[in-house]
């Protein structure tokens, strides 16, 4: 579907919102139509509409790693209509990496919905078994061994480079714009290591193309019960989790953003989310507004101090 037919979707919800008497929401998914992001929020969408008292319209605004549809955001009416489903991409990696118009006072964080490590997958001839054999391998040979991230000073790499430090490994970025490019390149010889999301990771190692070792999390992966997690490894302080959550404009109202917290919450409850968190292959991980401001706090100074030690300049 194209951006005007799209655009014209959403004016006829708006449209038949007005005729119902409802008031008219905007959740501004800062991608492009199609993929996992886009997936997720349209669905919890979907379930959060009738605790909001609202027809909720979505609005596609890709480009810059989500930038342009975060900066849209903030400049948007306070008025606890308007709010976007984001990701760790454009609110603690790009302020660090590309020039934005946004910073951690320009918006409101209201509620994180989920949470999933990156994960590390080698082919099946690859000579270790688990991420600690996975990291003796690259650390005896360094500068070797490539892996496949999604985009230069992107989540994947910043993921993979802080366990990397700790072990004091050192293999070479091969940037890629995600796992429609970097499993190919892993399965054909072109990466040695893939770097990326679980769902494409779990269904690749079921049918026996790949062998993945190591989540950057603290946690173990259910759907990949063989990758070493950072707590195994001795270092969960480290762990970088790819997460979704909803934020609004600066000096939205108190209620309002309760309202929506709420309502967020309740759809992530729901039977029908509980099965596509399943599906997707990450869990359901709650952190209401002050929690989750402190956790994007906390990444944010995080990932700038290791943008600055390995020397990634803003493009």
Known sequence: MNKYKLLGTAVLIAWA?????????????PTAPGGGTDTLFRAIAKYAEPHLDATLVVQNVGGAGGAIGV???????????TMAGVWMGPITVAPHTIDTTYGLDDYIPVIQLD???YVLCVRPDFPAKDGKELLQELKSKPGHYTFGTDGVAGPGQLATERV??????????????GAGETMPALLGGVVDIYVGSVPPAAAMEKKGDVKCLLATGADPVKALPRATTLTELGIPEKQTLLWHGIVVPPNTPDAAVK?????????AD???????FETAGVEKRILRRKEFS????????????????????KQ
């Open 17 to 29: 919102g007005a005729a119902a008497g409802k008031d008219v929401a905007r959740l501004i998914i």
């Open 71 to 81: 900066s849209q955001l903030t400049r948007a009416k306070p008025d606890g209509l």
């Open 115 to 117: 949470a999933a490590p």
């Open 164 to 177: 990397f430090q700790s072990f004091d490994v050192k293999a070479r970025d091969i940037p890629y714009r």
């Open 259 to 267: 309202r929506i917290e709420d309502a967020f919450e309740k759809a």
């Open 270 to 276: 729901s039977p029908e989310m509980a099965a596509f």
């Open 294 to 313: 402190e956790h994007i706090r906390k990444e944010y100074a995080e990932l700038g101090a290791l943008v600055k030690s390995l020397d990634l300049k």
